[in-house]
Every structure is written in structure tokens, then in C-alpha cells.
């Protein structure tokens, strides 16, 4: 496996490879970030993966500082994993000047997370088609928990005309169904425990829907009601059609619900999607 630090050295290392398969991270990996691993070594190609943590994500009150920077682990698993190049820029090489050239995303970047997290979508999008021109790869995989993410990522390499493909993981979850987070670590035991009943109410929508409830609103204030009376900050909890993530209609046939709620400090977010059979 080979580190690559500078974009240069990166950009000449991959002249000569002609299929090249992208996992960006920010490192701190888990079983969700490994799942990516996984399924990108299925693909005939060189694979990349990135450790960066993009301060232009994160807002004035979030936890920069705080996110967990494990690197020395990180690349060991990349390496028992399979991975053929790991890219681990500095800020000085991924924002040489002041950031001013800013992809302003879709409207879809506005509401959900882009409510509660105002520019997160721009960090990340801006980011993300940064690391786009620096490795040029042919496929990108990203997963499911972050679900209005990946959403996004597409619509961008179709409006922008990219010729990349984006590819998807299921999310990985805790034996009692917590999605697999890198902010999982900030929760205290008790905390931990609780955390399961993020996916416990998102679940229970998702059994109402199939079974034929259609009053949406209704369930999503019975979940919302749930945690709050179990100590929950709720920022949302919403059932959307899948890809535009529009509000849901009772006509729907394929949706997602999705919700965010943070759990003493510690912010969490989950979805599940929804197949409604007529």
C-alpha cells in the first residue's frame, strides 16, 4: 500500500492507471467505512481511499476539534483491506489559498440536514469535487447513512457533467441496530444503550408504511413524541420520496424516512428505506 501526501505525486502515481475506484473518508474508520473497502475491491482497478477532515464542513458551534483523528489505525486497516493508495493531504495542500470558489448545491442542499447544518452541503460538495479533479476516478462509493449526501453527490456528476460513476454501501449497523458512526464514541454508556432507539422509532414507520398506514404526519409525530419523552433533542424525523427527497404523498411508492437527533452532545442520524407494494 502506498501513502501519498501532495496532489503531484498523486496525479503522476495514477497517470498509468486506467480504472480507479474512490473512497473519500475522514478517517476515524469503522465497519461502515471497511464496507466500502470491501465492495470497491470487488472492482478490477486500482483503489484510492482519502483521510481528510474538512474544516469548510463543519460550522461555527460543531466539533472540528474534537472529531476523532486515529490515522495510524486508519491506514492500518486500509492496508489489511486491500487498499493499493491512500491520499492524506494537509489543509495547506487541499485549500493552498483562502476557499473562495464555492459550489452552491441544489435546493435539495437546503432542507433536512442542509436546515439544521446551514453550508454543510457547500463544505462538503466543494470538497468532495476537489478530491474529484485530484484522483479523476471512475467510480466513487459513498454510503447510505448519509443518505441526503449521497443524494446530492449524484445530482452533482449529472448537472456537472462528470464522468464518474457513483456507486453505493449499505448502511452498517450495531448488533441492536445503531447505524455505525465515528460519533458513536462520544456516547457514554448509557447514551450507547439509548442510541438503538433512533433506528427503533424510524423502524417502526418504516413496519406502519408497508403495512398500509398513510398518514405520514401522524407517524412522524408519534416517533418524535417517543424520544423526546426519552431525553431526545429532535431535529427532525421525515418521510421523503427517495432521490429528491420531496415530502412524502400517500400515492408514493418509494420512499425514505430519515431523522436526526442528537442524544446528550452527540448528534446522530439515520434512514431507512421504504417500499410501499399497492
Keep these: 500500500m502506498e501513502i501519498i501526501t501532495d496532489i503531484h505525486s498523486l496525479r503522476s502515481r495514477l497517470k498509468s492507471e486506467h480504472y480507479v475506484v474512490f473512497v473519500p473518508t475522514m478517517g476515524n474508520l469503522h465497519e461502515g467505512h471497511l464496507s466500502l473497502i470491501r465492495i470497491a475491491?470487488?472492482?478490477s482497478g486500482c483503489l484510492v481511499a482519502s483521510i481528510f477532515v474538512n474544516r469548510l464542513q463543519f460550522g461555527q458551534n460543531e466539533d472540528f476539534d474534537k472529531y476523532p483523528r486515529t490515522l495510524v489505525d486508519d491506514l492500518k486497516l486500509l492496508e489489511n483491506y486491500g487498499a493499493n493508495i491512500v491520499f492524506v493531504?494537509?489543509?495547506?495542500?487541499?485549500?493552498?489559498?483562502?476557499?473562495?470558489?464555492?459550489?452552491?448545491?441544489l435546493p435539495l442542499a437546503n432542507i433536512l440536514e442542509g436546515e439544521f447544518r446551514p453550508g454543510f452541503f457547500r463544505g462538503v460538495t466543494t470538497l468532495v469535487l476537489k478530491l474529484f479533479n485530484i484522483v479523476r476516478p471512475q467510480l466513487v462509493l459513498f454510503g447510505k447513512k448519509d443518505y441526503q449526501q449521497l443524494c446530492i453527490m449524484r445530482e452533482m456528476v449529472h448537472q456537472l457533467n462528470l464522468s464518474i460513476e457513483i456507486g453505493e454501501g449499505e448502511t452498517v449497523r450495531a448488533s441492536d441496530g445503531l447505524a455505525l458512526s465515528s460519533r458513536n464514541r462520544f456516547?457514554?454508556?448509557?447514551?450507547r444503550i439509548e442510541a438503538a432507539h433512533l433506528f427503533k422509532v424510524l423502524s417502526e414507520i418504516k413496519e406502519a408504511i408497508e403495512s398500509g398506514e398513510q398518514n405520514f404526519r401522524k407517524l412522524q409525530d408519534i416517533a418524535k413524541e417517543t424520544l423526546n419523552n426519552r431525553g431526545w433533542d429532535i431535529d427532525y424525523i421525515s418521510v421523503r420520496k427517495i432521490h429528491t427527497l420531496e415530502i412524502a404523498k400517500c400515492h408514493d411508492q418509494k420512499l425514505v424516512v430519515l431523522g436526526a437527533a442528537k442524544l446528550g452532545t452527540t448528534r446522530l442520524i439515520d434512514n431507512l428505506e421504504i417500499t410501499v407494494r399497492k
Design 41 to 43: 475491491k470487488q472492482k
Design 89 to 105: 493531504p494537509t489543509e495547506k495542500d487541499i485549500y493552498p489559498v483562502q476557499q473562495e470558489f464555492i459550489i452552491e448545491p
Design 187 to 191: 456516547l457514554n454508556n448509557e447514551e
